[in-house]
């Protein structure tokens, strides 16, 4: 294992701790917006562009997954050659293109070109924000940056729904995608101007194909960076699943119908609340202590729903007891796994951060995609999905530790400097 905390920065930090930390959330803030102002506005869009099956517009989500997931490889060895703020900035502008184009497409196939475009751009954000935290910490304070990081990106969930409902009573579905370009172009202006280059000349690698094998091997074979990516995958793709089916949960089965954006916000409210308790525990627990004890809570509170929706369904307020519960232990699992995924990697930081990113955007969208349109008018898939996949990311942290939970495993307690 590299022992190394991080690599030098090419040129000292320049922002505040607490800027570099919500401009890193912000960038991957955009994905979230990507994804959750467009829910409320989803029956419009298909009314208007013609799809007739609910499940099939759920494909505006997942063509930006898919976009995403594919662009999400070359991201890391061109950011590992040429720094951070180049590949970054350029995806930034290929996002913000295809969103203010998506506002204009004339019908659904070309709607979903440019949202695959779009997840293509946003992939950017998605390695780079976290190779840079990577570039900077290791070990439990890289757990601890990225709990504050997921704790400020957790504000779009609960903020974009309200705003795409409020855009769709005062205008119309083609206004959101202008609003989400928008907003993504501050960020990118803001990311231009103070976000400054966090990997030094000396420590980057060569794009050559040997180079890139050489670590993407490294990636894949490294026990603990595999089985936690692979069981972040699963857990993230029950999350997907929950996301693409969402609207016709809350409106279709329960009726919220204006409320659906309130209830979503309080849920994401979960996630952001448990982020900061772990970025306030995880120094002196651990990440693997939190985290393992998430993934178990998340896949027990799954069972008894889905042991209760096979009885019945469940009544509103205890779908969302039980489903705040769940989100609750995504704080606890989200960044600690990512962090350990990470943590054996530290020399090829955009590599890593690529290829995991990879596995979890892919691998989650396709599980997403077969629970979102396994939707039979009741919960019983979610439910199904979020009990079945979180078993098996038990199994995988098992592998992954050597059959041991709980244990500290020597965690690194250092910031790099």
């Known amino acids: 294992m590299d022992q190394r905390s991080t690599t030098t920065p090419a040129q000292p930090i320049s922002i505040p701790r607490w800027e570099f930390i919500a401009l890193a959330a912000a960038l991957m803030a955009t994905n979230a917006l990507a994804i959750d102002i467009m829910l409320p506005a989803l029956q419009q869009m298909g009314d208007s562009l013609g799809v007739e099956s609910e499940n099939h517009r759920q494909y505006v989500i997942s063509a930006y997954f898919g976009g995403m997931a594919l662009a999400l490889l070359p991201y890391g060895p061109i950011s590992d050659r040429f720094g951070r703020r180049g590949p970054l900035l350029f995806g930034l502008g290929v996002y913000v293109a295809a969103a203010f184009a998506a506002a ?4 659904f196939e070309t709607l979903l070109v440019l949202r695959f475009i779009q997840g293509a751009g946003a992939a950017s954000t998605r390695v780079i924000a976290i190779s840079m935290v990577r570039d900077r910490y290791a070990g439990r304070q890289m757990a601890e940056i990225m709990s504050l990081v997921f704790m400020v990106f957790m504000v779009i969930p609960v903020i974009a729904p309200a705003l795409g409902q409020a855009i769709m009573i005062f205008s119309e579905w083609h206004m959101i ?3 989400m370009a928008i907003v993504a172009l501050v960020i990118t202006i803001w990311a231009a101007m103070r976000m400054p280059e966090t990997l030094a000349q000396s420590e980057r690698r060569p794009l050559t194909f040997a180079s890139i094998g050489q670590a993407f091997r490294m990636v894949v074979t490294t026990r603990i960076s ?7 995958t699963l857990v993230f793709g029950a999350l997907f699943g929950f996301i693409n089916s969402a609207q016709q949960v809350y409106v ?3 009726g919220v119908g204006v409320w659906f954006p309130v209830i979503f916000a309080a849920i994401a409210l979960m996630m952001s609340l448990s982020s900061f308790l772990n970025s306030r525990l995880v120094v002196r627990v651990g990440m ?4 393992h004890g998430a ?5 027990i509170v799954a069972t008894i729903w889905l042991t209760l929706s096979l009885v019945g369904e469940l ?3 205890l779908f969302i007891g039980l489903f705040a519960l769940i989100m609750f232990q995504f704080g606890w699992i989200g960044s600690n796994f990512n962090s350990l995924a990470m943590e054996p990697l530290g020399r090829m930081a955009g590599t890593a951060s690529s290829v995991q990113a990879f596995f979890q955007t892919f691998g989650g969208a396709v599980v997403g995609v077969i629970i ?3 939707f039979d008018g009741t919960t019983t898939p979610l439910a199904a999905g979020y009990a079945g996949l979180g078993l098996l990311a038990i199994v995988l942290v098992l592998i992954a530790e050597r059959g041991r939970l709980f244990q500290p495993q020597h965690e690194q307690h250092t910031a790099a400097h």
Request: aromatic residues 16%.
């Open 372 to 374: 979102g349109q396994a």
């Open 252 to 254: 279709g089965i329960y």
């Open 177 to 179: 995608f202008l609003c």
């Open 315 to 317: 009544p509103l307020w």
């Open 226 to 232: 595999l089985c936690y990516t692979l069981a972040s």
């Open 295 to 299: 993934v178990i809570g998340l896949t």
């Open 288 to 291: 693997r202590r939190l985290s």
């Open 104 to 107: 204009f497409a004339p019908n």
